[in-house]
């Protein structure tokens, strides 16, 4: 579990910077991180997490509305052990924890918790019998669902899950929580199934239809490989399945940079002409 806590009163100066930022947020997200398994790459290695496919649907109301009240704000991670951080050196290093970080800087006033709740080897049903415990009781403000990859490599169809993942949306709608959809990695072990795209293309139907967010990390992981020109070792384990610590990091500042665009969104439609496009900005810390 990663806690910070920070006086709100630098809120209200602080949206009007996120403001602008997000307004010029750019195409593709580029810092350095260190790669962690290939001794054949630079050393220092660039992360692209492009705004075209990081971008969120819809807008965080939720979270919006807490932010701007000054509220603390709980955001609770669901999946499996590429939640829990399997292929990472430590429980800070998992995308998790990363996060938390990455939203301590782009909202430095708020008071976040980010809770890891993956556990390795579980499907939807079995996420769905913790629900309660895991979710619901931590009285969350927004859900990171990651989901599929286990039922891939098992070869159950996406069909079979239809149901299960409807009734665990239902009931984060019935809390009011923001929730966001977190497809397969891109990897060798999940492309080599038959039915990669497929459940790919599934979650990113649900998500549309039941209106919630969807952070394609198929895709993102994908371009590292097809247009960054990466080999698997730099962002994949020796396992050929879970990420490590640099596809973690680089995962967090996508869904972090996502994130803080999408809760700005209703205010940035509502009363800013946004300025000349930025394409590109170096998000190092």
């Given amino acids: 579990m990663q806690t910070f806590d920070l006086a709100d009163r630098a809120f209200k100066p602080l949206a009007a910077v996120l403001l602008f930022a997000a307004l010029i947020v750019p195409a593709s997200a580029q810092t350095k991180t260190q790669p962690r398994s290939s001794e054949s790459m630079p050393a220092v290695v660039p992360c692209h997490a492009p705004m075209d496919i990081v971008r969120l649907v819809s807008p965080l109301s939720r979270l919006s509305q807490k932010l701007h009240a000054g509220a603390p704000i709980t955001v609770v991670a669901l999946g499996s052990s590429s939640t829990a951080g399997t292929g990472a050196s430590s429980a800070a290093a998992t995308y998790p924890g990363r996060l938390a970080i990455e939203l301590k800087h782009h909202f430095p006033a708020a008071n976040i918790t980010v809770l890891n709740k993956g556990v390795g080897g579980e499907e939807v049903p079995d996420m769905l019998k913790r629900f309660d415990k895991a979710v619901i009781a931590n009285k969350p403000d927004l859900v990171l669902w990651q989901l ?54 599934f979650i990113a139907a649900t998500a549309k239809q039941e209106g919630v967010g969807l952070f394609r990390r198929f895709d993102v992981m994908k371009r590292w490989s097809e247009i960054d020109h990466m080999p698997f070792s730099t962002f994949v384990s020796a396992d050929g ?3 490590n610590d640099w596809s973690y990091a680089c995962m967090a500042k996508g869904l972090g940079m996502a994130i803080a665009e999408a809760v ?22």
């Avoid at 009011?176 to 990695?185: E, F, K």
């Fill in 148 to 201: 599929g990859t286990n039922s891939l490599l098992r070869d159950h169809t996406a069909s079979t899950r239809d149901s299960l993942i409807h009734d665990g949306l239902s009931r984060l709608r019935d809390i009011g929580a923001d929730v966001i959809l977190i497809d397969p990695q891109f990897a060798p072990k999940v492309i080599a199934k038959p039915e990669a795209n497929r459940m790919v293309q």
């Fill in 241 to 243: 399945l879970h990420m």
């Fill in 264 to 285: 700005q969104r209703p205010i940035m439609s509502a009363t800013v002409m946004p300025p000349k496009a930025v394409t590109s900005v170096d998000l190092a810390e």
